[in-house]
């Protein structure tokens, strides 16, 4: 079928029709998406520099991309000279301008992006609109079950790769870390339909990767992951943080994720492959804390630790981060496909504060009420 350049143009839910969109990518201020990687870094200079293999041009669909990941991915990959396609449900804006990024550049990316509206879950029209459009390359970002993914392998038997945004939330609980992507899974966990949706993939004859993120932070982020910590520290407050707080965990930046994802297309190293992504090094949740502080330029903070135990939250969430520790190592991903993620910790909050948070923009309103709870009560540990 034919692809229609009108950004108007309807869409019937059984009749598909892609528009293209007008669009502006800009600096990004240490986010600049370049085509080569700067290895050497300068202090004040652009952060975020992406380098990516240059391949043949493919006509790619992306499953979500109006979101976090979807955005950063999508941007890198019309950069790259692909034809990308977004399938969304056309709730949400199907472009956005970045925070810091230039008019040119988003009406570059807004002129050549396509978009293809329908419900992911309404299987006939996933099954005629794609098969009708041949794509040669699929990343699901979006994808939560298995049954949601294999309706997209049927209408596309000659499909080049499908490309998985999975979880390091899919390894099972142990006392030996860091996850390697050989380790035990947990079946029962949270994220088993991405498991499922792995397995799914492992049984067909299909060029398969799985990318399993661990948390993901950076500009734009809808979880309350490093927002939960600015929220705080503008409003002076402590931060209340669960047991001695020196739990360990990690944290990777949304522009590196996009790289490694843009780096594994077409790269016969990564064909049935597993790759954790995340940041290099580990934190402690009370280093997280003074991280947040150093990239919003507040003062080193105060922390409160508390018992869980001891507290009734009812539903809510008094802490963004599982209790415990949960890392995974990096190394399969830096080994097999010369990956390296540009930003550390403190860059990478810094960056995400200056294009999001420290410019007014957040995705959750602050809620102190759990922590309300906490340092009105006596029975806290001593920091």
Request: with cysteine.
């Amino acid at each position: 079928m034919g692809i229609m350049a009108n950004p108007m143009a309807a869409h019937h839910q059984k009749s598909p029709s892609f528009s293209v969109l007008p669009s502006s990518l800009s600096d990004f201020h240490g986010a600049r998406l370049h085509a080569q990687v700067q290895y050497k870094r300068k202090v004040m200079q652009p952060k975020g520099a992406l380098h990516v293999t240059a391949i043949a041009k493919k006509n790619i669909l992306v499953m979500g991309g109006t979101r976090f990941i979807g955005i950063f991915l999508s941007r890198l990959l019309v950069k790259e000279g692909h034809q990308v396609t977004l399938f969304t449900r056309g709730k949400a804006p199907v472009t956005q301008q970045l925070p810091g990024e230039s008019d040119a550049d988003y009406a570059d990316f807004k002129s050549k992006v396509l978009h293809l509206k329908g419900d992911r879950k309404d299987f006939d029209f996933v099954k005629s609109s794609l098969s009708a459009a041949g794509f040669d390359v699929v990343y699901d970002i979006n994808g939560r079950e298995a049954v949601e993914v294999e309706p997209i392998l049927d209408a596309l038997p000659k499909l080049e790769q499908f490309i998985y945004c999975s979880s390091a939330g899919v390894y099972l609980k142990s006392d030996l870390l860091p996850h390697f992507e050989v380790d035990a899974v947990d079946p029962k966990s949270r994220h088993k339909g991405k498991l499922e949706t792995e397995s799914l993939l492992a049984s067909k004859d299909v060029n398969w990767t799985s990318i399993r993120p661990v948390y993901i932070y950076g500009p734009l982020n809808y979880n309350p992951v490093e927002e939960w910590f600015f929220h705080r520290l503008k409003a002076g407050r402590p931060i209340p943080i669960p047991n001695s707080g020196i739990q360990i965990t990690q944290l990777g930046h949304v522009k590196d994720l996009a790289t490694a994802f843009v780096q594994v297309l077409g790269n016969g190293k990564a064909s049935q492959q597993v790759f954790n992504i995340s940041g290099e090094k580990y934190v402690t949740f009370d280093g997280l804390a003074k991280a947040c502080a150093k990239a919003g330029g507040f003062p080193e903070p105060e922390i409160v630790h508390y018992n869980p135990k001891e507290f009734d939250f009812g539903k809510k969430k008094s802490f963004p981060f599982r209790d415990q520790h949960f890392f995974a190592s990096v190394e399969k991903a830096k080994s097999v496909l010369g990956w390296k993620p540009e930003f550390d910790l403190v860059e990478g909050l810094t960056d995400s504060y200056n294009l999001d948070f420290g410019r007014g923009t957040f995705r959750k309103e602050a809620d102190f009420s759990t922590d309300d709870i906490i340092l009105g009560k006596s029975l806290v540990l001593q920091a």
